[in-house]
């Protein structure tokens, strides 16, 4: 069975974060070049010789502007078979760009993406020489997610790192809280539409099962600032939950959830609450209504049942 690719995944990260997977990956060339003033993708192709020549399944290069006046062209490769990854292919790409882009700072870079230990490394760098002559060095920056240790990036407040830190290696017992950290940095560090994107991508590499979703959510929605998170992990267990029936369940499977979410983030914050907020909170069915009030749940400083309910 061939291995499905999810290289065209690593290529839209890379589109909606170009700033973002420079500062992770090459930082040198904010230290050097300074702010990024311009952002372009140019072809993602290298020109063929003969038409008759096969396409080089080689990928993105991203032209930088800096502050300085500099140019980078970074040009990313993503390997998640290191089988089919040529570092003679790559010289052809690279030496193509310096002639397309001469004004330009020429950066190859391979990304290896796949979770497995290598009994044999690919090859690094190209090097003819006679004596104390050289007349050709390559090399490119290697990166391989799964030498990373997904613990070591915690604390790195980048949406790039956080999207990947399931491609990264941790031990068996660290599994949640890897998932969490996913969750939780992309949560807060990119927009909510991106946010949506990418939480696709990380359930999709760790694959997360229904039970790890419900821990996850039991865990992050004790926290005031990722309630609204928690909310979302329900509905997505709820509707992934009842696929097979009919869009009604699936309906009153999310109002429920979020009457619940709501009782739960008020007594956590206050303590046990009356029946009468229960029964009020009970007696709503529409799920637009059910999110203004978990907002206002998160909010609010007391509960007074005649203002609580008031949404404008």
Do not use: C
Not at 67 to 79: A, G, I, P, S, T
Not at 85 to 110: C, G, Q, W
Not at 126 to 132: A, H, Q
């Amino acid at each position: 069975m061939t291995k499905k690719s999810h290289d065209h995944n690593f290529k839209n990260l890379f589109l909606d974060f170009p700033k973002e997977a420079l500062e992770w990956f090459f930082p040198q060339a904010l230290q050097n070049f300074g702010k990024v003033r311009k952002v372009e993708f140019v072809r993602q192709e290298p020109k063929k010789r003969n038409l008759s020549d096969p396409g080089l399944a080689l990928d993105m290069p991203i032209l930088f502007s800096f502050e300085n006046q500099k140019l980078l062209l970074w040009l990313v490769e993503f390997q998640e078979d290191k089988a089919k990854f040529s570092i003679y292919k790559l010289l052809r790409y690279t030496t193509d760009l310096m002639e397309s882009h001469p004004n330009a700072l020429v950066i190859p870079t391979v990304l290896f993406t796949d979770r497995t230990k290598w009994r044999k490394d690919v090859m690094r760098k190209l090097e003819t020489k006679l004596k104390n002559q050289l007349f050709l060095h390559f090399e490119y920056l290697f990166y391989k997610l799964f030498d990373l240790n997904a613990r070591d990036y915690y604390n790195v407040n980048n949406p790039v790192v956080k999207i990947l830190l399931p491609k990264m290696a941790y031990k068996k017992d660290e599994r949640a809280e890897v998932i969490r950290q996913a969750y939780v940095g992309l949560f807060q560090l990119a927009s909510i539409g991106l946010f949506y994107k990418y939480v696709d991508f990380i359930d999709a590499y760790a694959e997360i099962n229904e039970q790890e979703q419900k821990t996850l959510y039991q865990e992050i929605i004790q926290h005031k600032e990722t309630v609204m998170l928690a909310q979302y992990i329900r509905e997505k267990g709820m509707q992934q939950g009842m696929q097979q029936g009919i869009q009604q369940g699936i309906r009153q499977g999310i109002v429920q959830a979020a009457r619940e979410d709501i009782i739960e983030v008020l007594e956590l914050r206050f303590g046990k609450i009356s029946p009468a907020i229960i029964d009020r909170i009970n007696q709503i069915n529409d799920p637009s209504k059910l999110k203004k009030l978990l907002k206002k749940a998160v909010q609010v400083e007391k509960i007074d049942i005649s203002d609580f309910f008031q949404l404008s």
